[in-house]
C-alpha cells in the first residue's frame, strides 16, 4: 500500500533574527557664544569634514538652530559628540552636539 497523501508533519524552522545596529545621528546645536570660526574647526578636527561642508552645517546650525552633522553606529556618535563638547569646554565655549537615534 503506497502513501498517497501529504505530509502534514511538523518541520522544525530555525529563523535566525539578524537586526541591523541602530544607527546615531550627530546634532549640532546653536549658541549665542561660541566662534563661528571654532565651530568650523571642530567640525573638522573630529567629524573630517572639509572647510565648505563644515561650513555649510555651522551656518544652518546658526540659522535655524540645530544641524545634522553625521550618522554613525552608537557608539562612535557618542564618542564623537564627547570630544567635540570637550574642546569646546576646555576652550570655555558652551558649544553643544547631542545624539540620537535615526527614525
Ligand atoms: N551662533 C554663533 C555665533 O553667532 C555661531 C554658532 C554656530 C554657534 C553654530 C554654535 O552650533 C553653532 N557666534
Keep these: 500500500m503506497s502513501d498517497t497523501g501529504s505530509d502534514t508533519r511538523r518541520k522544525t524552522k530555525t529563523r535566525v533574527k ?3 545596529p541602530r544607527l546615531y545621528k550627530v546634532i549640532l546645536v546653536n549658541d549665542d557664544y ?6 568650523l574647526m571642530v567640525l573638522q ?3 573630517r569634514m572639509g572647510e565648505d ?3 555649510k552645517v555651522m551656518i544652518t546650525a546658526h540659522q535655524k538652530g540645530t544641524c545634522l552633522v553625521a550618522v554613525y553606529s552608537r557608539d562612535i556618535a557618542e564618542t564623537k559628540a564627547k570630544e567635540a563638547v570637550d574642546l569646546a569646554k576646555q576652550a570655555g565655549f558652551p ?3 547631542t545624539t540620537e537615534p535615526e527614525e
Design 34 to 39: 561660541t566662534p563661528r570660526e571654532f565651530v
Design 53 to 55: 561642508a563644515g561650513y
Design 95 to 97: 558649544l553643544m552636539f
Design 45 to 47: 578636527a573630529v567629524f
Design 18 to 20: 539578524v537586526e541591523k
